[in-house]
């Protein structure tokens, strides 16, 4: 049987559109994936690529030239964690210092190839940086919008880039409300919302699987705001099974800070709460777009959520820190999560689980020093 032409999908409608001409939403801007793919196999996989790109078979286009910098195939580093064993998926290795270089590329790569030259993105962190990094390697403009409070320290990545930077009167959600207006004049190649930053990440799952000798781990634990990482990995996962590579997903956790946790309160069945500050702060996302998406995905694998505090986050990267592990407080999140799963018994030390890592310290200087006590 042939496989029916990937189209763009509005999952709560069925209504779907094609490929070409680029679009980032659907009618009355509503979150798109992409219809299901076959996935690939094992043979498939273009080992000669130290690269995502690796993984293009399983992509539905494939562009001679796509923007690389050599993203994906990261350390999978086992690693004692509150007494267990841990593989932690060293995310941060790539080239602008976080897990967004997968969407960026992959999402970039398709915008060149369909004519597309200037994108817009909202983001006062890591997803501007891969943004505007990728844009640079591609030959593209890229303008990010940033809340007009962030630190000037956040946006010298982008800068440095060759990105234009608005700053934006208000909130962060102030700041994607004016990316929507200015969506009508600049496509908007958002990481939280173009359905190619999810395929991009889905090579996450793929990448564990060929990292694994071609199976699945039993757990996979994310730090969550949006959510693009676990329905990347739902995504992936999803397609290995469809391609016969595997017999089941593994079960998919998202890590969430207390202070803001719109996905893992609605998992839990917990009380909605007022967002408030934290020092997980790339996951500080007060209403993702594909809520019920990515409910459905933890619900669908068997997995969950888990809420943090802010000394538990705390805790979790000092205690990184001091095993040679420096990652921002955002990725932490996902030992901190380790932790508290296998004292419930939700996971067992036994089972194979991968604890992903998105984030460099590096990224974080401030908020770690103060944990330390440190003055800068």
């Given amino acids: ?61 494939a562009p001679e030239d796509p923007i690389s910098l050599g993203e994906g195939c990261t350390p999978l580093v086992p690693r004692r964690v509150a007494g267990a064993t841990a593989l932690l998926k060293c995310e941060w290795f790539m080239p602008t210092g976080s897990f967004k270089d997968r969407g960026a590329s992959v999402m970039l ?11 817009l993105e909202d983001s006062s962190g890591n997803g501007g940086a891969a943004v505007a990094a990728y844009a640079a390697a591609g030959g593209m403009r890229a303008k990010i919008l940033v809340p007009a409070g962030t630190s000037p320290a956040k946006t010298v990545q982008a800068r440095a880039s060759g990105a234009a930077i608005e700053l934006v009167p208000g909130s962060r ?10 969506a009508e004049r600049i496509f908007y190649a958002s990481h939280n919302w173009h359905p190619f930053f999810l395929h991009g990440t889905k090579t996450l799952a793929y990448e564990l699987w060929e990292d694994l000798g071609f199976r699945a781990p039993d757990n996979v634990i994310v730090p969550c705001g949006a959510g693009s990482n676990v329905l990347g990995c739902g995504i992936g996962f999803e397609e290995l099974k469809r391609a016969g590579e595997i017999a089941r997903p593994p079960r998919i956790f998202a890590a969430q800070p207390e202070n803001c946790a719109p996905i893992a309160r609605a998992f839990l069945g917990a009380p909605a709460a007022a967002p408030a500050p934290t020092i997980a702060e790339g996951t500080a996302i007060a209403r993702p777009i594909r809520l019920p998406e990515v409910l459905q995905v933890l619900r669908d694998t068997g997995g969950g959520a888990v809420m943090l505090n802010e000394a538990e986050i705390g805790a979790a990267t000092l205690d990184l820190a001091r095993g040679g592990v420096y990652v921002e407080p955002t990725s932490a999140q996902a030992a901190a999560a380790f932790a508290k799963l296998l004292a419930s018994g939700a996971i067992r ?23 330390m006590g440190v003055s800068l």
């Fill in 173 to 182: 959600q102030d700041c994607a409300e004016e990316a929507l207006r200015q």
């Fill in 349 to 371: 030390a036994e089972e194979t689980t991968v604890v992903v890592l998105t984030g460099t310290g590096l990224k974080a200087t401030p908020r770690i020093a103060e944990l």
């Fill in 109 to 119: 790569s398709l915008l060149r190839a369909q004519g597309v030259r200037e994108v």
């Fill in 1 to 61: 049987m042939t496989t029916p032409p990937a189209a763009y999908l509005d999952p709560r409608t069925g209504r779907t559109w094609p490929l070409d001409p680029p679009r980032w939403c659907g009618d009355g801007r509503a979150p798109l994936l992409l219809t299901p793919l076959p996935g690939l196999r094992r043979d498939a996989i273009r080992r000669e690529r130290r690269s995502l790109w690796r993984y293009a078979a399983a992509l539905p286009f």
